[in-house]
Protein backbone atom coordinates (compact mmCIF):
# COMPACT_ATOMS: atom_id res chain seq x y z
CA UNK A 1 0.00 0.00 0.00
CA UNK A 2 1.29 3.07 -0.85
CA UNK A 3 1.85 5.74 2.09
CA UNK A 4 -0.29 8.69 3.08
CA UNK A 5 2.57 11.49 2.08
CA UNK A 6 2.98 9.40 -1.40
CA UNK A 7 -1.23 9.15 -1.95
CA UNK A 8 -2.03 12.93 -0.56
CA UNK A 9 1.04 13.71 -3.36
CA UNK A 10 -0.19 11.59 -6.40
CA UNK A 11 -4.00 12.73 -6.01
CA UNK A 12 -3.12 16.34 -5.35
CA UNK A 13 -1.40 15.60 -8.64
CA UNK A 14 -3.18 13.52 -10.62
CA UNK A 15 -5.84 15.88 -9.99
CA UNK A 16 -4.09 18.73 -11.75
CA UNK A 17 -3.54 16.43 -15.05
CA UNK A 18 -6.29 14.71 -14.99
CA UNK A 19 -5.19 11.23 -14.04
CA UNK A 20 -9.14 9.68 -13.26
CA UNK A 21 -8.45 7.20 -15.80
CA UNK A 22 -8.43 3.33 -14.33
CA UNK A 23 -5.62 2.91 -16.41
CA UNK A 24 -3.62 4.69 -13.78
CA UNK A 25 -5.15 2.72 -10.89
CA UNK A 26 -2.62 -0.13 -12.19
CA UNK A 27 0.12 -1.46 -10.01
CA UNK A 28 3.04 0.19 -11.11
CA UNK A 29 6.59 -0.12 -9.29
CA UNK A 30 10.11 1.88 -10.34
CA UNK A 31 12.73 -0.71 -10.71
CA UNK A 32 15.82 1.51 -10.94
CA UNK A 33 16.87 5.21 -11.65
CA UNK A 34 19.40 5.86 -14.60
CA UNK A 35 20.94 9.23 -14.85
CA UNK A 36 22.86 10.40 -18.33
CA UNK A 37 24.39 13.42 -18.78
CA UNK A 38 25.33 14.72 -15.87
CA UNK A 39 28.89 15.63 -16.22
CA UNK A 40 29.47 17.63 -13.38
CA UNK A 41 25.80 16.95 -10.95
CA UNK A 42 25.91 14.24 -8.62
CA UNK A 43 23.78 11.37 -9.67
CA UNK A 44 22.72 11.38 -5.86
CA UNK A 45 21.12 15.10 -6.22
CA UNK A 46 19.09 14.17 -9.10
CA UNK A 47 18.57 10.71 -7.78
CA UNK A 48 16.87 11.82 -4.93
CA UNK A 49 14.10 13.82 -6.68
CA UNK A 50 12.69 10.38 -7.18
CA UNK A 51 12.17 9.50 -4.03
CA UNK A 52 8.26 10.30 -4.33
CA UNK A 53 8.47 8.00 -7.68
CA UNK A 54 10.39 5.08 -6.13
CA UNK A 55 7.69 4.93 -3.16
CA UNK A 56 4.68 4.82 -5.80
CA UNK A 57 2.63 1.74 -6.12
CA UNK A 58 0.39 2.50 -8.79
CA UNK A 59 0.62 3.97 -12.43
CA UNK A 60 -1.11 7.56 -10.91
CA UNK A 61 1.42 7.11 -7.99
CA UNK A 62 4.91 6.76 -9.95
CA UNK A 63 3.48 9.21 -12.76
CA UNK A 64 3.21 11.71 -9.90
CA UNK A 65 6.22 11.32 -8.21
CA UNK A 66 8.10 11.72 -12.02
CA UNK A 67 6.51 15.25 -12.26
CA UNK A 68 7.32 16.24 -8.90
CA UNK A 69 10.92 15.29 -9.86
CA UNK A 70 10.64 17.39 -13.16
CA UNK A 71 9.38 20.40 -11.57
CA UNK A 72 12.05 20.33 -8.91
CA UNK A 73 14.97 19.50 -11.55
CA UNK A 74 14.10 22.86 -13.48
CA UNK A 75 14.02 24.97 -10.70
CA UNK A 76 17.54 24.42 -9.57
CA UNK A 77 18.51 26.78 -12.49
CA UNK A 78 21.62 23.83 -12.95
CA UNK A 79 19.59 22.67 -16.14
CA UNK A 80 19.38 23.86 -19.95
CA UNK A 81 17.01 20.74 -20.21
CA UNK A 82 15.82 17.92 -18.32
CA UNK A 83 14.05 14.99 -19.55
CA UNK A 84 12.50 11.66 -18.49
CA UNK A 85 11.53 8.59 -20.08
CA UNK A 86 9.48 5.32 -18.54
CA UNK A 87 10.61 1.84 -19.97
CA UNK A 88 8.64 -1.09 -18.93
CA UNK A 89 10.85 -3.85 -17.98
CA UNK A 90 10.64 -7.19 -18.51
CA UNK A 91 11.26 -10.80 -16.72
CA UNK A 92 10.98 -9.20 -13.34
CA UNK A 93 11.13 -12.26 -10.84
CA UNK A 94 7.26 -12.13 -8.76
CA UNK A 95 5.20 -13.96 -7.30
CA UNK A 96 2.36 -16.35 -9.09
CA UNK A 97 -0.42 -13.91 -7.94
CA UNK A 98 1.08 -10.54 -8.60
CA UNK A 99 0.38 -8.56 -11.65
CA UNK A 100 2.66 -5.78 -10.64
CA UNK A 101 4.65 -4.29 -13.33
CA UNK A 102 7.98 -2.85 -13.37
CA UNK A 103 9.51 0.32 -14.90
CA UNK A 104 12.99 1.67 -15.51
CA UNK A 105 13.10 5.72 -15.15
CA UNK A 106 15.90 7.27 -17.19
CA UNK A 107 16.99 11.10 -16.05
CA UNK A 108 18.60 12.88 -19.13
CA UNK A 109 19.79 16.21 -18.20
CA UNK A 110 21.71 18.73 -20.23
CA UNK A 111 23.66 21.30 -18.30
CA UNK A 112 23.87 25.03 -17.87
CA UNK A 113 27.65 26.13 -18.37
CA UNK A 114 29.69 26.37 -15.42
CA UNK A 115 31.17 30.40 -15.78
CA UNK A 116 29.60 33.84 -16.37
CA UNK A 117 31.06 37.20 -16.75
CA UNK A 118 30.09 40.61 -16.51
CA UNK A 119 31.77 44.01 -16.49
CA UNK A 120 29.99 47.56 -16.73
CA UNK A 121 30.89 50.71 -15.54
CA UNK A 122 28.48 53.63 -13.54
CA UNK A 123 27.66 56.96 -12.58
CA UNK A 124 26.26 57.46 -9.39
CA UNK A 125 22.14 59.30 -8.92
CA UNK A 126 24.36 62.59 -7.62
CA UNK A 127 26.92 62.44 -10.97
CA UNK A 128 29.80 63.06 -7.82
CA UNK A 129 31.50 59.65 -8.80
CA UNK A 130 31.72 56.93 -11.12
CA UNK A 131 33.11 53.21 -11.49
CA UNK A 132 33.39 50.10 -12.82
CA UNK A 133 31.98 47.21 -11.68
CA UNK A 134 32.69 43.18 -12.36
CA UNK A 135 31.15 39.92 -11.17
CA UNK A 136 31.55 36.15 -11.80
CA UNK A 137 29.05 32.96 -11.34
CA UNK A 138 30.05 29.57 -11.26
CA UNK A 139 26.93 26.80 -11.28
CA UNK A 140 26.79 24.20 -10.45
CA UNK A 141 31.06 23.98 -10.38
CA UNK A 142 31.07 21.48 -7.18
CA UNK A 143 28.13 19.32 -8.62
CA UNK A 144 25.53 20.05 -5.99
CA UNK A 145 23.39 22.09 -7.79
CA UNK A 146 24.99 25.13 -6.30
CA UNK A 147 25.50 28.63 -7.43
CA UNK A 148 28.82 30.97 -6.25
CA UNK A 149 28.63 34.46 -7.27
CA UNK A 150 30.85 37.23 -6.47
CA UNK A 151 31.39 41.23 -7.41
CA UNK A 152 33.82 44.02 -6.85
CA UNK A 153 33.37 47.44 -7.92
CA UNK A 154 35.37 50.64 -7.16
CA UNK A 155 34.27 53.91 -7.58
CA UNK A 156 36.53 56.90 -8.69
CA UNK A 157 37.06 58.27 -5.29
CA UNK A 158 37.16 56.35 -2.19
CA UNK A 159 33.90 53.99 -3.22
CA UNK A 160 34.69 50.28 -3.55
CA UNK A 161 32.43 47.03 -2.28
CA UNK A 162 32.76 43.61 -2.93
CA UNK A 163 30.48 40.82 -2.23
CA UNK A 164 30.60 36.65 -2.07
CA UNK A 165 27.16 34.67 -2.59
CA UNK A 166 26.39 31.33 -1.94
CA UNK A 167 23.08 29.84 -2.88
CA UNK A 168 22.03 26.31 -2.43
CA UNK A 169 18.57 25.20 -3.34
CA UNK A 170 16.86 22.58 -2.76
CA UNK A 171 18.67 22.57 0.64
CA UNK A 172 19.27 18.75 1.90
CA UNK A 173 16.19 18.12 -0.34
CA UNK A 174 13.46 19.58 1.15
CA UNK A 175 11.32 22.90 -0.55
CA UNK A 176 14.28 25.50 0.49
CA UNK A 177 16.92 27.38 -0.60
CA UNK A 178 20.07 28.62 1.43
CA UNK A 179 22.06 31.45 0.61
CA UNK A 180 25.13 32.51 2.41
CA UNK A 181 26.86 36.54 1.50
CA UNK A 182 29.59 38.31 2.88
CA UNK A 183 30.04 41.88 1.55
CA UNK A 184 32.91 44.43 2.51
CA UNK A 185 32.33 48.35 0.95
CA UNK A 186 33.21 51.29 1.59
CA UNK A 187 31.38 54.46 0.72
CA UNK A 188 32.60 58.13 0.47
CA UNK A 189 30.74 60.27 2.35
CA UNK A 190 33.41 63.63 1.71
CA UNK A 191 30.36 65.44 -0.46
CA UNK A 192 28.24 65.71 2.97
CA UNK A 193 30.48 65.32 5.45
CA UNK A 194 34.35 64.68 6.57
CA UNK A 195 34.43 60.79 6.53
CA UNK A 196 33.76 57.33 4.66
CA UNK A 197 32.42 54.82 5.71
CA UNK A 198 32.85 50.83 5.72
CA UNK A 199 30.38 48.11 6.83
CA UNK A 200 31.55 44.75 7.27
CA UNK A 201 28.63 41.80 7.12
CA UNK A 202 27.89 38.22 6.69
CA UNK A 203 24.27 36.69 6.62
CA UNK A 204 22.40 33.38 6.07
CA UNK A 205 18.79 33.11 4.90
CA UNK A 206 16.92 29.74 4.65
CA UNK A 207 13.99 30.31 2.01
CA UNK A 208 10.61 28.35 1.43
CA UNK A 209 10.65 28.36 -2.23
CA UNK A 210 6.73 28.84 -1.98
CA UNK A 211 7.74 32.11 -0.28
CA UNK A 212 6.13 31.07 3.02
CA UNK A 213 9.00 31.21 5.29
CA UNK A 214 12.09 33.30 5.21
CA UNK A 215 14.52 32.32 8.15
CA UNK A 216 17.39 34.68 8.56
CA UNK A 217 20.62 35.62 10.99
CA UNK A 218 23.37 38.35 10.21
CA UNK A 219 25.40 40.31 11.32
CA UNK A 220 27.29 43.58 10.41
CA UNK A 221 30.34 46.32 11.56
CA UNK A 222 30.21 49.45 10.82
CA UNK A 223 33.62 51.67 10.84
CA UNK A 224 33.66 55.79 10.36
CA UNK A 225 37.01 56.78 9.46
CA UNK A 226 37.91 60.53 8.83
CA UNK A 227 38.79 62.07 5.68
CA UNK A 228 41.65 64.90 5.67
CA UNK A 229 40.55 67.76 2.81
CA UNK A 230 41.03 71.14 1.99
CA UNK A 231 37.07 71.42 2.59
CA UNK A 232 37.65 70.09 5.96
CA UNK A 233 40.94 71.53 7.60
Not at 118 to 125: F, N
Not at 150 to 172: E, L, M, Q
Not at 175 to 202: C, G, K, M, W
Amino acid sequence: AATTTTGAAAAAMAAAVGMEDPIFSRPLRVRRVKVVGNARTRTGIIEQELDLARRGRTVREVSAGIMKALQNLKQVDAFEAVEVFCDVTENVPKAANDNTEYTDVIVAVREKRILSLKAETYVTSTGSEGGVETSFTLNNSLGLTEKISAAASYGTKSTAATRVDVTKPRFRGLPFTLNVSASHNTASRVVYSSYDERIQALNAELRHDGGRHVFGMGTAWRDVIPVRSEKNE
